[in-house]
């Protein structure tokens, strides 16, 4: 009877392992406030934005992470420009490489004869709210030119 009773609470207890585990997941990495799809580089012949808006507080912290997929050879330097308007004025430029990360999840890179395949989610950048407003973040991401590049996924991600 006892054994009937624990069994029959084995998916409670996983439930609760599992919201405690994200809960966790998000106090560490972050929740996820908005996604930019640029899968796609921007040339000057087509420009590819992707834009979101958000109301956030003074002192919040949102943190840049890259999502990426992508297959190349020999050398694909990219580039995630971000433009942030306060209140629909022109506030701050931000550039990074999304290969250059301080925090790296689900990385997954090989290298056959300088053929290359990598895929990773990894933290880039960082800033901090000076004021309470409105936010609009536009994005592009650029590239050397390398037509050998195969975007599979290339998603900026913010976060709270």
């Given at each position: 009877?006892k054994?009937?009773?624990f069994?029959?609470?084995?998916p409670?207890?996983?439930a609760?392992i599992?919201?405690?585990s994200?809960?966790?997941?998000d106090?560490?990495?972050g929740?996820e ?7 796609a580089?921007s040339?000057?012949?087509r ?10 507080q003074?002192?919040?912290?949102i943190t ?23 209140n ?20 997954v ?11 990773f989610?990894?933290?880039?950048a ?7 407003a ?7 991401l650029?590239a050397?030119?390398?037509p050998t590049l ?6 900026l991600?913010?976060?709270?």
């Open positions: 009877m054994f009937t009773l069994l029959k609470g084995l409670v207890m996983a609760l599992a919201t405690t994200l809960t966790a997941c106090a560490l990495l929740k406030v908005a996604r930019l799809p640029l899968n580089v040339t000057p012949e420009e590819v934005v992707k834009e979101a808006t958000l109301t956030l003074k002192d919040d912290v840049f992470w890259s999502e990426m997929d992508m297959a190349y050879h020999g050398q694909a330097p990219l580039r995630f420009q971000v433009q942030v308007l306060q629909a004025k022109p506030f701050q430029q931000l550039e990074f490489d999304p290969t250059e990360k301080n925090v790296s999840l689900k990385e890179r090989t290298d056959v004869n300088g053929s290359i395949n990598w895929s989610t990894g933290k880039n960082t800033l901090t709210i000076p004021q309470t409105s936010y609009t973040f536009k994005a592009r650029v050397a030119n390398n195969n975007l599979r996924k290339a998603h991600v913010l976060k709270k």
